[in-house]
């Protein structure tokens, strides 16, 4: 069995996964993948496969001409299961990528922010 079924299945699952470091922006049913921010400066999307394919893949947005990477952190997430387990796993690469890629002072800022946003 899949963990995640469709494009809203994947939205709903990709925002509940990342919610306390992002939020999902866009999803696109012509491409299958939700794009999404986190720590609200880098961009990513997470693609659901085409038949016969089963698995899903996530990369990182760079750069003017939408230019993307598939490899963060010497984990190539082009292949990634389709089940609970390597999704979450997925998206803790994509969490610490994220982290070691902006300043800490950033860091400290957005997350003062975001505590502001809760209380």
């Not at 997470?46 to 963060?72: K, T």
């Not at 952190?73 to 292949?79: A, M, P, S, V, W």
């Not at 990634?80 to 300043?103: D, H, I």
Request: aromatic share 14%; net charge negative; hydrophobic share 35%.
């Amino acid at each position: 069995m899949t963990y995640v079924s469709d494009l809203r299945d994947l939205y709903r699952k990709t925002q509940l996964t990342i919610r306390q470091f992002g939020s999902c922006t866009f999803a696109s049913s012509e491409h299958l993948h939700v794009e999404f921010v986190c720590y609200g400066a880098l961009v990513f999307y997470v693609a659901m496969p085409r038949e016969p394919y089963s698995s899903l893949s996530v990369s990182h947005i760079y750069g003017p001409d939408g230019n993307s990477s598939h490899v963060l952190l010497g984990h190539d997430l082009t292949f990634v299961e389709n089940t609970e387990e390597a999704f979450s796993a997925a998206f803790e690469v994509v969490r610490e990528f994220s982290r070691l890629r902006l300043p800490d002072k950033y860091l400290e800022a957005w997350e003062a922010a975001e505590q502001r946003k809760r209380s």
